[in-house]
C-alpha cells in the first residue's frame, strides 16, 4: 500500500496561473447592504454604464461592485458584460478612485456589451472625474 500524502504537502497553494489577476484586482464589495448604500449615493451616467460611488469615510481601500439586471440579456451576455466591466476597473480605477470610497458600476442594456473597450475606459475615467469634482 502506498504511503499517505501529509496533511500539511496538502494544503499548500498551487499555481493556477490566475494569482496574477486575482492580486490586481481590487477589493470587492460582496454585502447587498453595500451595494444598497452605494445605489442611494452619488451616480455619474456614461453611455457604456452607470457609476455609483459612495464615501465611506474610513479611509480603507476602496472597493468596487459590478451589476448586470437581467435587461443586458441572458447569463451569457450579463457574464460578458461583468467581464468588460471588470477588466476596465482593474486596469483605471486604482488611478482615478479615492481610498474610503466604493465603486458600483452597473452594466446598461445592449451598452456594455457593445461598446468599445477604449470608449469604456474613457468613460470611466470621466465619470470619475465627474464624481470627485
Given at each position: 500500500?502506498?504511503?499517505?500524502?501529509?496533511?500539511?504537502?496538502?494544503a499548500?497553494?498551487?499555481?493556477?496561473?490566475?494569482?496574477?489577476?486575482?492580486?490586481?484586482?481590487?477589493p470587492?464589495?460582496?454585502?447587498?447592504?453595500?451595494?444598497?448604500?452605494?445605489?442611494?449615493?452619488?451616480?455619474?451616467?456614461?453611455?457604456?454604464?452607470?457609476?455609483q460611488?459612495?464615501?465611506?469615510g474610513?479611509?480603507?481601500?476602496?472597493?468596487?461592485?459590478?451589476?448586470?439586471?437581467?435587461?443586458?440579456?441572458?447569463?451569457?451576455?450579463?457574464?460578458?458584460?461583468k467581464?468588460?466591466?471588470?477588466?476596465?476597473?482593474?486596469?483605471?480605477?486604482?488611478?482615478?478612485?479615492?481610498?474610503?470610497?466604493?465603486?458600483?458600476?452597473?452594466?446598461?442594456?445592449?451598452?456594455t456589451?457593445?461598446?468599445?473597450?477604449?470608449?469604456?475606459?474613457?468613460?470611466?475615467?470621466?465619470?470619475?472625474?465627474?464624481?470627485?469634482?
Open positions: 500500500m502506498p504511503p499517505l500524502p501529509h496533511p500539511v504537502a496538502e499548500r497553494p498551487v499555481d493556477d496561473g490566475m494569482a496574477a489577476f486575482r492580486m490586481s484586482m481590487p470587492v464589495i460582496a454585502k447587498r447592504a453595500d451595494f444598497l448604500a452605494a445605489s442611494r449615493a452619488l451616480r455619474q451616467g456614461t453611455p457604456g454604464f452607470l457609476l460611488a459612495r464615501d465611506r474610513d479611509g480603507l481601500p476602496f472597493r468596487v461592485g459590478f451589476t448586470c439586471s437581467k435587461k443586458i440579456g441572458n447569463a451569457v451576455m450579463r457574464n460578458r458584460a467581464r468588460r466591466l471588470r477588466e476596465v476597473a482593474r486596469l483605471h480605477l486604482p488611478q482615478g478612485a479615492r481610498p474610503g470610497w466604493d465603486y458600483v458600476l452597473v452594466g446598461r442594456p445592449d451598452a456589451t457593445s461598446r468599445g473597450f477604449a470608449d469604456l475606459c474613457r468613460d470611466l475615467g470621466a465619470a470619475l472625474r465627474k464624481i470627485h469634482g
